[in-house]
């Protein structure tokens, strides 16, 4: 069983460049988070989904964009990188509101 | 804005020893879940209780929900050493996503 899995696992990105980090999940999950988790400050939402074609912001969703165009995949795009967006990026994945599944991270460096 | 807020923010205890975290939100839930979480990996799911109970266990794991103060607790019998790692509470209101808190580091000591 794959889970969610996060692409890549470590990105180094200089200042003004773009990119798409992927989740994919093979558990039939309607509902998909991306979070961002900075040192002290736990979890924080950056977008979210309730199926293919709905997409919504979080806490934190400033220079990031989302499509969800089938059930597996929920891209995150970072439209032009900033240093504030070095981070740690998760993708989950639940049932409804019920029990989430994380992937295993993609540790992100804005130089 | 986060919901959760988990104390204390670090804990030490020796192997053997209970462990217990705390846990206080804002606003009504429909549930509040823990996760744990290894040194930088990803968060594993530990219980999740719903708004109507007051008490679940799992294991070596107790969590108690009191919603009229809007607090929760995670209580860790007879620790070991591979608990060690980060523990969340993360809320559901609504129809948002997990909302979570800044966490607890545990430490358990050999």
């Known amino acids: 069983n794959a889970g969610v899995t996060q692409t890549p696992k470590f990105q180094v990105l200089k200042t003004g460049q773009s990119m798409t980090l992927q989740c994919a999940q093979d558990m039939n999950h309607e509902y998909m988070s991306w979070y961002r988790q900075d040192p002290g400050m736990g979890l924080r939402l950056i977008h979210y989904?309730?199926?293919?074609?709905?997409?919504d912001q979080g806490e934190v969703p400033n220079g990031y964009n989302v499509s969800r165009s089938t059930t597996e995949d929920f891209p995150l795009r970072l439209l032009s990188a900033a240093p504030s967006q070095t981070s740690v990026y998760f993708c989950a994945s639940s049932y409804s509101y019920g029990e989430a599944f994380f992937g295993q991270g993609t540790r992100l460096t804005v130089v | 804005s986060q919901q959760g807020e988990e104390d204390p923010q670090a804990l030490s205890i020796q192997e053997g020893e209970n462990a217990t975290m705390n846990c206080s939100y804002k606003?009504?839930?429909?549930?509040l879940q823990w996760y744990r979480q290894n040194s930088g990996r990803g968060l594993v799911h530990l219980i999740l209780?719903?708004?109507?109970?007051r008490e679940k266990h799992s294991g070596r794991l107790r969590v108690t929900l009191d919603t009229s103060k809007k607090s929760s607790s995670l209580l860790i019998t007879a620790s070991r050493a591979a608990d060690t790692a980060s523990y969340f509470c993360?809320?559901?209101?609504?129809?948002?996503?997990?909302?979570f808190g800044k966490g607890t580091r545990l430490s358990v000591i050999a």
């Open positions: 993360a809320t559901v209101s609504g129809n948002t996503p997990l909302v």
């Open positions: 606003t009504s839930i429909n549930n």
């Open positions: 989904s309730v199926g293919a074609g709905i997409t």
């Open positions: 209780i719903r708004s109507n109970e």
